[in-house]
Every structure is written in C-alpha cells, then in structure tokens.
C-alpha cells in the first residue's frame, strides 16, 4: 500500500506547477482523496479533496479559484494542477486516504505519501 508524490520544483510567484500522486496497493478508486501540506514549522494544513468518482471537489479558502484536484481511477493518479501561485503556498505536498468526512472540519486520512516539496520564490 503506497502514495508517491511528484512534480514538486521551484517556481516564481504567479507560476503554475501539477503534481502527480499515484497509488498502488489498495482500490484506489474507493476512496476519496486529499492534498495536504505542511509549510516549515507549522502544522499540516488540509489542502483539497476529491469524491472517489473525481465529479466533487472541495477545497480549503486559501487555495480555492487558483488550485484543482481531480484523478484519474484507470491510471490510479491523483493531481494538483496549482496555478497563481504564491510565496505562502510554499510547503511540503503530500497526498492522502481519506477514511472520514467532517462537515465542518477537514477529513481525516490514514495513509499519506513522503511528499513532493513546492518552493514560491523569487
């Protein structure tokens, strides 16, 4: 059971990145998916989630009208297209299973990649 990121780089502020998640090990399309990140000395911050058929999506307030998720089931990939992007954005992106939705508070997961590392800078 495994989630490995990529297409993390450096990029200049307004620039765009796509990252790739792909999953093996498990029935990828039973499950909802998530992008999380976590900036240097702070917490994880919930990032995105897609439903397991790719038509919903959600997003947290930071990143809504400049990212989207979506997945590809036959391909069992994840992506992140992140557009606009900002010094503030910099973080490491991971992706991962979610196993519970809240209403009001971002889902929980139990399985979660090494990362891909974004840096806005420049």
């Known amino acids: 059971v495994q989630l490995v990121e990529s297409g993390g780089g450096m990029v200049q502020p307004g620039g765009s990145l796509r990252l790739s998640c792909a999953a093996s090990?498990?029935?990828?399309?039973?499950?909802?998916m998530s992008w999380v990140r976590q900036a240097p000395g702070k917490g994880p911050e919930w990032v995105s989630r897609?439903?397991?058929?790719?038509?919903?999506?959600y997003y947290a307030d930071s990143v809504k009208g400049r990212f989207t998720i979506s997945r590809d089931n036959a391909k069992n990939m994840l992506y992140l297209q992140m557009n606009s992007l900002k010094p503030e954005d910099t973080a490491l992106y991971y992706c991962?299973?979610?196993?519970?939705?809240?209403?009001?508070?971002?889902?929980?997961?139990?399985?979660r990649g090494q990362g891909t590392q974004v840096t806005v800078s420049s």
């Open positions: 090990g498990f029935t990828f399309s039973n499950y909802d």
């Open positions: 897609v439903d397991t058929g790719g038509g919903s999506t």
């Open positions: 991962a299973r979610v196993i519970r939705i809240y209403i009001d508070s971002p889902p929980e997961h139990d399985l």
